[in-house]
Every structure is written in structure tokens, then in C-alpha cells.
């Protein structure tokens, strides 16, 4: 089984990437922050508690996301691999999915980061917020506060993966949707 992780700050275009990569290899596109999204409105007691953290622009507790890609994992067939948008963000996620991978004998395969500047992330998220009405897109200083997370806790994995070789990245700024998806795809190509 393949084990791709895509990489990159909030609105760097990892969903709108993740259908082509899915399609091509037969992955399975695993977004943590869709999962969560659906919890939250199906109402379930995660849901619940992601809701008010989710809104504020916190990470949702390690567990909680591990316990769901876990769950993932455990029920998909028919694939030949997973491709993993918006996990790990820790490093103790990034640990715990190699304690996963190898208790099934499994390792990562590799990691696709998509790079855009913090400026752009405001840009494409306030954009965002328009189409989608995501509660998390919709203020400033709740865009400002996950640009932040993400520098503290999610940015140390690039160094995390780079010691293993696994790391690849490619810009996700400048370029059309059309021009960034060639360079995403070349570069698994060569994975
Ligand atoms: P974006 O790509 O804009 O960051 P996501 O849909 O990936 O949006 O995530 C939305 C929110 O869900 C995150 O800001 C965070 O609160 C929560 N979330 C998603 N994935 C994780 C994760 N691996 N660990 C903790 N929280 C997560």
C-alpha cells in the first residue's frame, strides 16, 4: 500500500489537488478536516468537541485525528493506497502514523508539500469564504491564528521528513489550478 501525505499551509490547494492524485494511483483521499466537517454536522459527540476549537482556529486534540485515520484505514479496500490531506500537522501525529504504517507493516511513502506564501493564504481563504461559508474562513483573526498554528506545529514536519528522504515540494504560487496539478502529478510520477 501506498502512503502519499499532502503537505502544505491552509489554502495552498491540497483538496483541490487531491481528486486527480486520487484518481490516477486508486487512492483514497483522506481529509481529516472533511472528516472532521462531517462529524460536526452529523452532530456526533466529536463533532462537538471539534466544533468550538475547529471555529477558533485550534488543532483538534492528536487523538482524535489519529483515531479517525486509524478507523480509515482499518475499513478501506479495493485501493492501492491512501492519500492523507491535512494529516499529520503534529509532530506527534507524524509519530503516531509511523507507529500505524509499521504495525502494518507499512511505511510512508512519501510526502508532497504544496508551498504558497502567507499573504496568499489570506487571499485564497478569504475567497474561499465567500464560496464555501466554512466558519473557520470567515474572520481575519481566526485565518491569522491557523497561519500561526501552522508555522509552530505543522512547519517542523518538513524538517521531520526531509531526514528521511521522503520530503518533495513543489510551488503552489505563481500558477493557474491547471499549471500547479501538472507540477503536483509530475512530481509523484517521480516518487
Ligand atoms: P485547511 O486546509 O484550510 O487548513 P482543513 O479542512 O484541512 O482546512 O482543516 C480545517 C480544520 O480542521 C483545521 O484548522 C483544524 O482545526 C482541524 N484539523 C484538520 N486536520 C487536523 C489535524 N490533523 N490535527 C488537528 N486538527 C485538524
Redesign the pocket.
Known amino acids: 500500500m501506498k502512503y502519499f501525505i499532502l503537505f502544505g499551509p491552509?489554502?495552498a490547494g491540497?483538496?483541490t489537488h487531491a481528486g486527480a492524485l486520487a484518481q490516477k494511483y486508486n487512492l483514497k483521499h483522506l481529509?481529516?478536516?472533511?472528516l472532521?466537517r462531517a462529524e460536526i454536522a452529523a452532530g456526533t459527540p466529536l463533532g462537538i468537541q471539534a466544533r468550538d476549537?475547529?471555529a477558533a482556529?485550534?488543532?483538534?486534540p492528536?487523538e482524535v485525528?489519529e483515531g479517525m485515520i486509524e478507523k480509515a484505514f482499518d475499513s478501506c479496500t479495493g485501493i492501492d493506497g491512501f492519500l492523507l490531506d491535512?494529516?499529520?500537522?503534529?509532530l506527534p501525529?507524524a509519530e503516531a502514523l509511523d507507529r500505524i504504517t509499521a504495525a502494518r507493516g507499512e511505511t510512508v511513502t512519501g510526502v508532497i508539500s504544496i508551498m504558497i506564501p502567507d499573504e496568499e493564504v489570506f487571499n485564497r481563504?478569504a475567497h474561499r469564504a465567500e464560496i464555501e461559508g466554512r466558519a473557520?474562513d470567515a474572520s481575519k483573526t481566526t485565518i491569522a491564528h491557523?497561519i500561526e498554528t501552522y508555522h509552530a506545529q505543522t512547519e517542523p514536519l518538513i524538517e521531520y521528513y526531509r531526514k528521511t528522504g521522503k520530503y518533495h515540494e513543489v510551488a503552489g504560487f505563481p500558477g493557474s489550478i491547471e499549471e500547479v496539478r501538472e507540477r503536483v502529478l509530475e512530481l509523484v510520477e517521480n516518487i
Open positions: 491552509p489554502g491540497k483538496g481529509s481529516t478536516g472533511e472532521l476549537l475547529i482556529g485550534n488543532l483538534v492528536d485525528v491535512g494529516f499529520p500537522r503534529t501525529q481563504i473557520d491557523r
